[in-house]
């Protein structure tokens, strides 16, 4: 028994390690979008495909990769996320064309989405009684390394020069090489059995229940377009006020770290009091004018702004990830997937019309719509209640 527990806190460790280390890959590059900018010339536009192509392959993807981790088990998914998506993402800077960087951050972030899906089953194989906190550390994990690596990148390209970037590939593959060895076996999974599996759950699925699912979709819909147009213009419109690059990846993190902090926060909340809307609807209503101030105040009163509306902000998504769980309770992958992969990769497709947009009207007025979108998400979430009421009825 002593060897098994030493077992399970050993693949935890592994896995929250390993999404740490990948994750630092996955935000590198919003580091140098000023520097690629200035290089190629960039317009928003093209900036927004750059996002577009990370987060389509980054999302979308991601039921499909977990659908063959379960068909497959673990192992080489674990390693084969931090081997390819650090060699693919840390010669970004170093590339001779935009169009090839769009390729690499493709096909790196593809290799992202194949990750995922098994570092969050290593919590339900090895979690035992604590699944909870075992899924919280891996997660916590990921949020660290997202929110440290634009900050890594701009150290290497301000303090060595970009053609030492590709250095950045060393940490990803040592990991890939220790779950090699110390990953767990291809176990199966145990999750969705296939598209079949998830059509007969939707013909079942209640209308109102349905209703619901929608409501949350399309909150995390409205909520990840500000997120990508954020992380990515917010490195450009920082510089134009002579911010530091190492400044603006202190500011990245500080973003990053905060927000994850508060989505354990409302997680916590959730789950002692089960009122998620009324957590997403406060979370909301304060995000909404600290990112519109953000864009009409200037110096430290701007970034302090950004920073607590990120904190507001990113506390939504945990939320809606569980009531989404709770309204699919015999399917939580299935939940996962449409929060984390559908919702998410839509609005990486829209980021590619947005980028237009911006080019015409501007960053900050891109954002105050934006902001309009979220506003009309929280709108829906009054109506929650009623809707949940009429679906407990019907149980």
Same mark, same amino acid.
């Given at each position: 028994?002593?060897?098994?527990?030493?077992?399970?806190?050993?693949?935890?460790?592994?896995?929250?390690?390993?999404?740490?280390?990948?994750?630092?890959?996955?935000?590198?590059?919003?580091?140098?979008?000023?520097?690629?900018?200035?290089?190629?010339?960039?317009?928003?536009?093209?900036?927004?495909?750059?996002?577009?192509?990370?987060?389509?392959?980054?999302?979308?993807?991601?039921?499909?990769?977990?659908?063959?981790?379960?068909r497959h088990g673990l192992k080489y998914y674990l390693v084969a996320g931090p081997f390819f998506t650090s060699i693919f993402l840390s010669i970004v800077g170093v590339l001779p064309s935009f169009y090839l960087i769009l390729l690499f951050l493709f096909l790196g972030n593809l290799s992202i989405a194949a990750y995922h899906?098994?570092?969050?089953?290593?919590?339900?194989? =090895?979690?035992?009684? +604590?699944?909870?906190?075992?899924?919280?550390? *891996?997660?916590?994990? #990921? @949020?660290?390394?997202?929110? /440290?690596?634009?900050?890594?990148?701009?150290?290497?390209?301000?303090?060595?020069?970009?053609?030492?970037?590709?250095?950045?590939?060393?940490?990803?593959?040592?990991?890939?090489?220790?779950?090699?060895?110390?990953?767990?076996?291809?176990?199966?999974?145990?999750?969705?059995?296939?598209?079949?599996?998830?059509?007969?759950?939707?013909?079942?699925?209640?209308?109102?229940?349905?209703?619901?699912?929608?409501?949350?979709?399309?909150?995390?819909?409205?909520?990840?377009?500000?997120?990508?147009?954020?992380?990515?213009?917010?490195?450009?419109?920082?510089?134009?006020?002579?911010?530091?690059?190492?400044?603006?990846?202190?500011?990245?993190?500080?973003?990053?770290?905060?927000?994850?902090?508060?989505?354990?926060?409302?997680? =916590?909340?959730?789950? +002692?009091?089960?009122?998620?809307?009324?957590? *997403?609807?406060?979370? #909301? @209503?304060?995000?909404?004018? /600290?990112?519109?101030?953000?864009?009409?105040?200037?110096?430290?009163?701007?970034?302090?702004?950004?920073?607590?509306?990120?904190?507001?902000?990113?506390?939504?998504?945990?939320?809606?990830?569980?009531?989404?769980?709770?309204?699919?309770?015999?399917?939580?992958?299935?939940?996962?997937s449409l929060i984390l992969g559908l919702s998410p990769g839509i609005a990486g497709v829209t980021m590619i019309f947005l980028g237009k947009a911006a080019d015409r009207i501007g960053i900050a007025a891109l954002v105050d719509y934006e902001l309009i979108g979220l506003a009309s998400s929280l709108l829906l979430f009054i109506?929650?209640?009623?809707?949940?009421?009429?679906?407990?009825?019907?149980?």
């Amino acid at each position: 028994m002593e060897k098994a527990v030493k077992s399970s806190r050993l693949q935890v460790g592994l896995s929250a390690g390993s999404h740490f280390i990948t994750d630092i890959y996955q935000s590198a590059y919003v580091g140098l979008i000023p520097y690629l900018t200035v290089k190629f010339g960039l317009s928003l536009f093209q900036v927004s495909l750059l996002a577009a192509s990370t987060v389509i392959a980054n999302s979308l993807f991601s039921p499909v990769f977990g659908l063959l981790t379960d068909r497959h088990g673990l192992k080489y998914y674990l390693v084969a996320g931090p081997f390819f998506t650090s060699i693919f993402l840390s010669i970004v800077g170093v590339l001779p064309s935009f169009y090839l960087i769009l390729l690499f951050l493709f096909l790196g972030n593809l290799s992202i989405a194949a990750y995922h899906p098994a570092s969050a089953a290593v919590a339900g194989h =090895y979690g035992g009684n +604590r699944k909870g906190i075992s899924s919280s550390l *891996i997660n916590l994990g #990921g @949020i660290l390394g997202n929110s /440290l690596g634009s900050l890594i990148m701009i150290f290497i390209l301000e303090k060595i020069g970009i053609q030492y970037t590709p250095l950045a590939m060393v940490p990803g593959i040592i990991m890939a090489a220790v779950l090699l060895r110390y990953a767990p076996g291809n176990l199966e999974t145990g999750g969705l059995s296939g598209v079949s599996f998830l059509l007969n759950r939707v013909k079942k699925a209640n209308r109102s229940k349905l209703s619901l699912l929608l409501v949350i979709i399309f909150m995390i819909y409205t909520l990840y377009i500000i997120w990508i147009t954020l992380v990515n213009y917010i490195p450009l419109y920082y510089t134009e006020k002579n911010v530091s690059l190492i400044n603006i990846g202190t500011i990245l993190l500080l973003f990053g770290i905060l927000g994850g902090s508060s989505g354990m926060l409302s997680g =916590y909340l959730y789950d +002692r009091y089960k009122k998620g809307n009324i957590i *997403i609807q406060i979370a #909301g @209503i304060t995000a909404i004018p /600290l990112f519109f101030f953000t864009f009409r105040t200037e110096g430290f009163l701007s970034i302090i702004l950004f920073i607590a509306g990120g904190f507001f902000m990113i506390s939504i998504q945990p939320v809606c990830i569980r009531m989404t769980q709770d309204l699919i309770p015999g399917s939580m992958g299935l939940a996962s997937s449409l929060i984390l992969g559908l919702s998410p990769g839509i609005a990486g497709v829209t980021m590619i019309f947005l980028g237009k947009a911006a080019d015409r009207i501007g960053i900050a007025a891109l954002v105050d719509y934006e902001l309009i979108g979220l506003a009309s998400s929280l709108l829906l979430f009054i109506f929650f209640p009623v809707i949940e009421r009429r679906l407990s009825r019907h149980l």
